[in-house]
Nanobody
Framework: QVQVMESGGGSVQVGESLRLSCTAS????????MAWFRQAPGKKREGIQCILPSGTPSTLYDESVKGRFTITRDNAKNIGYLQMNNLKPEDTAIYYCAPRYGGCSEDSFMYTYWGQGTQVTVSS
């Protein structure tokens, strides 16, 4: 049984930072591609970026986070991270990670396994 869990969200002020974590059990973590998505109120779930099993980030899906968000992973600990710096109100959303075998995709429908997400709220 695959279980995905995100953590690390919270309420912060503009300009502050958060680091989100993602764990996934029930699969071979070192072989999965892992993507981060976010869903703002009233909007569809959108891809941010994906990271290959090797630790190489994919093409950035969301240009609005360029230079502020960094995706990494630690295969030895079976955990993925999304470091978010200089947060803005428009970053307010529920953040999800999603693992899959076979490659990265920007499309949420390509991912089968999802966690409950972690809420990030940025206020000015």
């Amino acid at each position: 049984q695959v279980q995905v869990m995100e953590s690390g969200g919270g309420s912060v002020q503009v300009g502050e930072s958060l680091r989100l974590s993602c764990t996934a059990s029930g699969l071979t973590f070192s072989k999965v591609y892992m993507a981060w998505f976010r869903q703002a109120p009233g909007k569809k779930r959108e891809g941010i970026q994906c990271i290959l099993p090797s630790g190489t980030p994919s093409t950035l899906y969301d240009e609005s986070v360029k230079g502020r968000f960094t995706i990494t992973r630690d295969n030895a600990k079976n955990i993925g991270y999304l470091q978010m710096n200089n947060l803005k109100p428009e970053d307010t959303a529920i953040y999800y990670c999603a693992p899959r075998y076979g490659g990265c995709s920007e499309d949420s429908f390509m991912y089968t396994y999802w966690g409950q997400g972690t809420q990030v709220t940025v206020s000015s």
